[in-house]
């Protein structure tokens, strides 16, 4: 099993990025996929999910109306399209799987992402 998030980078507020995460080894369009950050001295925080068919979309307050997550079953990738960044999106950034349907909690995801760096400048 592996998950390949990539796309990070360093950006100034205001600006876009869309990170990807390609997923091999298991069934991917049997998983809903999940979005993940932590900020330097944070813990990992939810950032976004998406249901294993694409038809129910869940983010947290603080990107909502910014950012918006995606899924191509076919490709077995998912995205996260950032618009609007701001200094505080400063993160590392993780996409995760899991089979269940609590895609709040951190602990229900089975398969984890190495993490892409997102550096918002002011």
């Known amino acids: 099993v592996q998950l390949q998030a990539s796309g990070g980078g ?15 080894g298991f069934t991917f369009g ?16 939810f ?19 910014r950012f918006t997550v995606s899924r191509d079953n076919a490709k077995n990738t998912a995205w ?3 618009n609007s960044l701001k200094p ?3 993160a590392v950034y993780y996409c995760a799987s899991q089979s269940g349907t ?3 909690a951190l602990s229900e995801y089975d398969y984890w992402g190495q993490g892409t760096q997102v550096t918002v400048s002011s």
């Open 30 to 45: 049997t998983y809903g996929m999940g979005w993940f950050r932590r900020a330097p001295g944070k813990e990992r925080e």
């Open 102 to 104: 609590n895609y709040y």
């Open 88 to 90: 505080e999106d400063t």
């Open 10 to 24: 360093l950006v100034q507020a205001g600006t876009s990025l869309k990170l990807s995460c390609a997923a091999s």
């Open 80 to 82: 996260l399209q950032m």
């Open 47 to 65: 950032v976004a999910a998406i249901s294993w068919g694409g038809r129910r979309k869940y983010y947290a307050d603080s990107v909502k109306g």
